[in-house]
């Protein structure tokens, strides 16, 4: 029998935090005199007051979780926060149903940055807010779940980067360890991506939500056409540096800090990202040089900045690029489902297992030319073992079979092939903005069913904690002893 006290000890926890941070909103809209102040207050006592009534209630003593209790924890976890996140879109003057507000909480904490409110620059100040709040709270919670979880729970390949645990310690000592030092690289961040786009002309209070969602690649924004409302070649240059940082591996960040700079470019997933990033960048200036009357520097300026924040997950525009062609929306598309680094806040497959996937399909190739010979695929000199590469190619399988089944889904709905397409990949790759002009960069998801906005809340939801950590739970002999 599972004992639930620690997991609910947990969850009380977290929401009492996520109530402190409706504070936060609360007194950005007192100050700005709307009366929104009172629906965050209030929202804000009552989850404190479930929160420390679930962490009183269930203290057991325990000093760690089982690796089936961190399961549970994962998944019950993200699903409690976003229904309780979603109370201040509700009741706020935004006129939408829950439904809409739990898909609007649900882009915010898994960062994926699709949105269901249109005319941004005109919503209250607590609500821009709380948007940017949540994506920020989710990119820390994404990165501590990606490198002190996942790893000890075996998920898709992760066990690849697991370092001092075994199947039976205690998870949760580690990753208070952890999260204090991701915590404070996450928070620098930060603060020095606020004073540059502050510098480079933003208002402090854009300048502000603008850092949370980029260095969560999270790609919410104060106005419908994101960044490229400000037109800013500075802007956009920042934008793309701190993308970038939000990508790679946090803990490489952590090794930096204690003086050891040379492992972030020896890690093959930053290689490989790089790799990626440049070349869809070249190919692109060049359709773009042969499709259009624009000079080369506005040319690599558009393309740069969007191949980025697509690239990074982070789901921001300067333009509409659903207007490139063909060529573009294959590249565009094909990046929603790359990725960026493991440990990082991005979506996506994840460069590490696209790494494994080459190295194994290489290596299969050897075998079959030198059929006596001795091959063993190798990431970053440590060897890929059969359980990892086995883990690896079953995460992309699922993946792939995921994404088709929610593309079908959202095409029993009505919508054309394109939206369907690019909002199941966007979904469950954490993007934010699809293809087409429903779903676009110049669009987003308020205009579709109910039902299709909690299809495509699941897909966030799988691609977020990497599928198999909500399927495990849906096995019966995971409620087995």
Known sequence: MIDFRPI?????????????????????????????WQVFLGAGFLTLFIGMSLFLTNRSGATGLTV???FLLTAISWIVLVAFAALPFTFAKLGLDYGDAFFEAMAGLTTTGATVVSALHQVPPGILMWRALLQWLGGIGIIVTAIALLPMLR?????LFQTESTDQEKILPRTARISFSISVIYGVFTIACFLAYWSAGMAPFPALLH?????STAGFSTHDLSIGVFDSTAIELIAMVFMILGTLPFVLYIQIARGRFVPLWRDFQVRWFFAILIVSIAALTIWRLATTEFGFWVVLREVSFNVTAIATTTGYASTDFGNWGGLAMAIFFILCFLGGCTGSTAGGIKMFRIHVLAANFYTQLRRLTQPHGVFVAHFNKVQITEPVSQSVTAFFVIY?????????????????????????AAAIGNVGPGLGPIIGPAGNYASLPDSAKFMLCAGMLLGRLELF?????????????
Do not use: Y
């Open 68 to 70: 089936r209790q961190a």
């Open 211 to 215: 850092a949370m969602t980029t260095v």
């Open 8 to 36: 609910l000890q947990v969850v009380g926890i977290l929401l009492s935090t996520l109530a402190i941070a409706m504070f936060v909103p609360a007194m950005t809209d007192l100050v700005a005199g709307n009366t929104d």
């Open 155 to 159: 998920i898709a390949g992760m066990q």
């Open 469 to 481: 950590t909500i399927l495990v739970l849906l096995t019966p002999r995971f409620w087995r002893e």
């Open 400 to 424: 792939i079979a995921g994404f088709f089944l929610l593309t079908i889904g959202l095409s029993a709905h009505g919508l054309d092939f394109l939206t369907s397409l690019s909002g199941a």
